[in-house]
């Protein structure tokens, strides 16, 4: 399985940023959908994940102000950003889980200028 993210980039702080993962494999067949994130000197942490049923979770750091969604017929996920902080700069990770199996994208940067 191959997860390709995109949509990184440079914005100013209450700036806006759409973030796509396309996926090799149909999403249906995975359980859970998410978006990551890891900043410098920081642990990888989870920033939104949506489930086959549409469930969705997001960090208390982000709710609000991102929305995760899914394309079952494009076969991707997104991530809106809103309200962007400097705080959210981070390399993004789009991940597709399943029972015993793992799946990561290579990350896309988003920076956050002040």
């Known amino acids: 399985v191959q997860l390709q993210a995109s949509g990184g980039g440079l914005v100013q702080a209450g700036g806006s940023l759409k973030l796509s993962c396309g996926s090799s494999?149909?999403?249906?067949?995975?359980?859970?959908l998410g978006w990551y994130r890891q900043a410098p000197g920081k642990q990888r942490e989870l920033v939104a994940a949506?489930?086959?049923?549409?469930?969705?979770y997001y960090a208390g750091s982000v709710k609000g102000r991102f929305t995760i969604s899914r394309d079952n017929a494009k076969n991707a996920i997104y991530l809106q950003m809103n309200n962007l902080k400097p705080e959210d700069t981070a390399v993004y990770y789009c991940?597709?889980?399943?029972?015993?199996?793992?799946?990561w994208g290579q990350g896309t940067l988003v920076t956050v200028s002040s």
């Open positions: 494999r149909t999403i249906v067949s995975f359980n859970t």
């Open positions: 949506i489930t086959g049923d549409g469930s969705t």
């Open positions: 991940n597709a889980r399943t029972v015993g199996s793992d799946f």
